[in-house]
């Protein structure tokens, strides 16, 4: 899997060429290569036998207890940090990636009620502001982590960020909370792209985006007369009109600029068919690297599957029918053989990202993970307990300015919110606190 | 003043001699409600939202709690009396209503609009939110009648339903979310993203540049994309004339000469680059529906009268004004009250009303729930025919009750307690007992016979018992009453409980170890044992244990598994005892005030896209009042809510 040859072979042939040359984009003025940071989002939680070392032996829930909301068995309370050596069977695929990584446990989030524990999980997961701090929502929900680093991070590529999910499912099933993890701000959604295909379009398709040239130069004509009409609290909303035309201007600009760069990228545009979900996932894994690489953006989030969505999928290779990850979750006592390979399979994903990113190598000979903080992690604890405590998450890159190769177990009650505080400061992001954030993880810090 | 210095301090003694205890005395401030704070009337009347909340709990006789002396009878009705007289008089020092917001379109009338824009013959995209498929055009307003027999499909849960005529290659932007307790026409949840932007842009293009727009589909081809080779005037004289009627059209209202300008000088430019005419016209009405001024809706401070025939007629066919609208608009009539009326009345007989059923019905009811409704299989097996569930048929059920209460113009009391219902073969067996399967044909799954049948058996019909909502406010293995009375206290009664607090666990699926032999309400009173948590279970409890003989499923039952008899006996508001579902439903029926209210403020919220404030309980009251007289009548209950001050109330008057 680590080759370059490799890749191709896994992805079917000869669907894709990928750039496998220098970065050429995301310099930054002040130290040459700029640094980016990544999310890669799990579902529904993991098996906890199967992802989290010492807990081998752990009870396996019954059904489910969408009531418990805590760990059937108890954790260690205290804080420690050992050497990753021993991997578990779900981290089995990264083994070979072992110093590139953290893993990070005894983070917990606070659940707000009033929400469903799935659409919270993943529509707070990057902003878990203290429950009932936002006004006029039931969400503890405003603006993420990501935004809020591209704001210092994006101040120069066409994306400031991009929201990639994987969710293939064609039914209007689930709210959008289920289906997002990034947001602009309290109701205000960063929506994300399924589709390979338009997603190819948005970052390559500088001829498209020509043609819509003439036309925001009309309508920014209209919306200027417009607020002219307009009261003080409408002209404060309309105010997402202007921004989002204005993005969309200097994504064109910059995409402009960088014209003859992205001519280089050798991608061929997706076609129009059915991938298996695998592969699937892999392509829309590529469109991210790629784009982190080129400097379209510095800033991804990139969700595996939606939360909940009862309608089954097929994991090609994994079962011979489609099957619901959500049905499996609650039917542990039966089903949780299967659920540890959907588990693995994320796994596998995520480490083929990180091989990816590891073989790109940037223009002060460092490689794109070195530069790049991408962290595998959940919302829920586990499927069945919908817990919100002891979440599985894995911190992966950052190079010298991370120290690597750990399992850190934090102590009872530390925010999850610690790590992407610590995450943001590493970005350049000058905040005091970030959510309900109680301090750093100084263990990953160099 | 309104009311009397002798009345005022009355007020203030009984608040603080029969509340102060828990709101305001020793540091208790249960609820964050301190009335000790209260020393004047000029005080409350200068905080409307701490007002209306202490009438609201005096109303629903919330306050005080069970356990706490009651207010005498008299006592209780004198103060809410005098509460809702200081609220009149810091409403009418207030003046204005609020205005309503600007908003984007949602995804179904951003729809609506293209296809009345261009007169299409098919659909834009695929629209699953429209619950109903009509097969052969059942739904015919100006008839004000329904049909015995409908046919029907399901696009949400139907198999094929999906499948209509439409523009082949436009992908729609994901569908708008439903607010909490709302709707999706809530301007707060309308946002705009730079990719939602895009999409709207790159929309623009694919329809018009799809290769089904062309002469066939499109309604106003040859008047707009077409150029007639026999017209012998200058083409930009021809383009100007074209876009200055279909900008009035797409922006609904009269349009600046700089604007036309602009939009002519884009097809100038198209031309001279040697664009043929009608791609130039295809991309110059892409432009236009990205504009800011198709795409959002607000009030126009200069134009009252476009601002009036916009929100009536995106609430009632969620959609643009048409030109007879328009010109009623332009000419003043829509501001008088008969023009308004008149108006009124042409567009209810207009099928476009579909629309208004299409979105309205179904969010109101939260019956998108049923759609993700998953009872155990293993539990209910009779749940599941062939690959389907029983909530394709059940779902349709209320929805048809609306339409018929809505096009026959029925008393909305239909919705408590329905004298008929319609019902396909399938859904009869599904009721069980209760049903009548007659050799009704069971099992379909494309296109659904539905028949309308009398009720006899009091239990059933209405909104509240049927097997849809019985089913999506149970879990899947059992009934769930406090989401039930939840429901009911957010749908029926417009006064939806709080979220509970965040450190009480919900109640587990099954029961545990040495409570198999408790019924549901016992084991959840032993769940519930924390004084915080009794104010809302005192009112949310009776509402939903008073549907406990409907099981997960909606079917009757007499008694639990256990073989405990279900226990759904209760009292209503503290005022009506019932000891069975006829006699909970008389009981919402004795309140039907509260119910007409409830709905009244459920539609101004849908059409005005945002909260209600205090100014618009006034309005409520007037609606309550007037459709009185006329029976509760659905037409006359709509009406009043398009006269009220809230609907009406102009931007023009709001930015003085």
Redesign the interface.
Known sequence: MTTRRGFLRGLGGAALALPWMESYGAKTLTSGVAKRMAHFYVPIGVVRRGFFPGEADATIPKGNLGSLRRSLDKQDPNFGVRNLDQLTPTMMPLSGLKNKINLITGMDRTFQQGTDVHAQCASCYLSSAPPYTIKGTAWPLDRTLDHLVADVAGRETPFPTLEFSCNSHKDNKESIYFDNISWYGTGHLAPSVRDPRKMYRRLFSTKEIDRYRDVTDLVLEDARSMKKDLGYADGQKFAEYFDSIRSIETQMDRLESMKGELAKVSFDEPAEAYLPRGEYIRLMGDLMVVALQSGLTNVATFMVGPERWDTPYLFDGLFDKPMSHHGMSHNQTKMIEQLMKVDRFHMEQYAYLLEKMEGVVEADGSTLLDNTLFTYGSGLGDGSTHQYNDLPIIMAGGGNQVKTGQHINMPEGTPLANLWLTQARMMGVKMKRFADSTGEIDAVKV | MYLSALNGAEVLKVLHENCAQCHGKDGKVKGKVNLLEITDLDHLKGDPELLQEIIDVIDFEEMPPEDEPPLEVGERKQLQADLEGLRFEAVSEQKAFV?T????MNRFQYHNAVQDLFGLKCTVYSL??RMIRDHGGYFKPASGKMGDLVRVGSR?LGKSQLIEPRLAGVAAF??D??A?HGFDTQ???L????????SF??L??SITGSQDFGPRRVGIWKEFFRLDPRDKREVKVVVRERLEKFLRRAFRGWV?S??VE??VG?VD?QLARGVEFSEAMKLVA??II????F??L?????SDGFGLASRLSFFLWGSLPDEELLKAAESGELLKEEGLQKQFGRMLKDPKLKRFCDTFPAQWLQLDRI??S?PDPEKFPEFYFLAYRDSMHMMMEPLLLFETVLIENLPVTEFIDSSFTYRSGHLEESYGKLGNPAKKRSGQVGVLDFHRVPLEDRRLGGVITNAAVMTMTSG?ERTQPITRGAWLAGVIFNNPPE????D??????NPTEGEEHLTLRERLSMHRKRSDCRGCHEQIDPLGFALENFNAIGKWREKYENGRKVDMEGVLFRKHKFTNVVEFKDAVLLEKERFVRGLAGHLLVFSLGRQLSPADQIALDEIVKKSAVKGYRMKSILGEVILSKSFRAL?SQ??K
């Open positions: 205005p917001p600007i908003r984007r699953p939110e949400p994901p569908q979310l439903r909490e301007a707060d949840h946002s705009m993203s730079p990719l939602l932007m895009e842009l790159k623009g293009q600046k700089e604007v602009r939009y884009f430019v892409a432009a990205s504009s800011p001024r795409l959002y607000y009030d126009d401070s200069e759609i993700s998953v899947p979220p509970p607090p965040a009480v666990p919900t109640l587990g699926e931007a709001a930015k």
